[in-house]
């Protein structure tokens, strides 16, 4: 069954994601058909677990402490998110390398304290515009999945950083390349792809060998939009 991660980031506000959870699980949604998973900022977890309720669908924090307890001001651990009921959380998103310097081995750390809480990591990796035009995609892959290569029951989203929220993505066969590296460096249970995916692009997307799934960010926040992109892929 194709897997879809709904990264809401930092757009919707408490309020509107009750307007937007609301209308959304009021529709009869292809759930038996493909496994979704949200991705809310860390105060509206619990709101989008109560919406929730008994359906089908994962509930995936955005991030968390490499460290487990301790005086880390403004930090969530772990033990926090698996109490409010997450099971999965992002790790090493490329906004979280970039604007808050999270190096590989911080990552590495993260993804440990996940699995020591039961969250199943969903590791973000993907190569900048410099390095895709130079041609080091899979070098930058082998880098960032160093660390974690020996680590079991992890999901990898391969997500070219010039790709997000651009509007452009790679080419079939690139995407296929990235993920066929992707599993041959690490024990990844599942591989997504994730950048601008879209309306537009889904049925290109698709046509990628080896993709299990889409993280999809922007077009996740817009109702109409995340619902008709579930429909589609459930009729795939
Ligand atoms: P995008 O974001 O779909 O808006 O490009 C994807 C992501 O950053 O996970």
């Known amino acids: 069954m ?4 709904a990264n809401w980031k930092m757009y919707l506000s408490l309020n509107e994601s009750c307007d937007f959870l609301k209308s959304f699980f009021s529709q009869d949604l292809p759930l038996s058909k ?5 991705a809310p900022s ?21 991030n968390l402490c490499s460290e487990a307890s301790g005086p880390f001001t403004g930090e969530v651990s772990g033990k926090m998110l698996s109490e409010l009921g997450c099971s999965h959380v992002l790790v090493g998103h490329s906004e979280r390398r970039i604007l808050y310097c999270e ?10 304290m996940a699995l020591q809480y039961d969250l199943k990591p969903i590791v973000c990796v993907g190569e900048s515009y410099e390095d895709y035009q130079k041609k080091r ?7 960032q999945l160093k660390a974690i290569s020996k680590l079991q029951s992890l999901w990898v989203a391969y997500e070219p950083v010039w790709a997000i929220g651009s509007g452009l993505v790679p080419s079939i066969d690139e995407i296929e390349l990235a993920a066929n590296n992707i599993k041959s460096i690490c024990n990844a249970d599942k591989v997504f792809y994730g950048g601008s995916v879209s309306l537009k692009n889904i049925d290109v997307l698709c046509q990628a060998n080896g993709i299990d799934g ?22 795939l």
């Open 34 to 38: 493909i496994e979704l998973l949200i």
């Open 137 to 143: 995609t899979s070098k930058t892959l082998a880098k």
């Open 42 to 62: 860390f105060p509206i977890i619990s709101i989008v677990k109560k919406h929730i309720g008994s359906q089908s669908c994962g509930l995936v924090a955005q």
């Open 214 to 235: 889409y993280l999809v960010g922007g077009v996740s926040t817009k109702i109409d939009d995340f619902s008709q992109l579930l429909f589609k892929l459930s009729t």
């Open 2 to 5: 194709l897997s879809v991660i």
């Open 103 to 112: 190096s590989d081995e911080i990552i590495r750390k993260k993804v440990n």
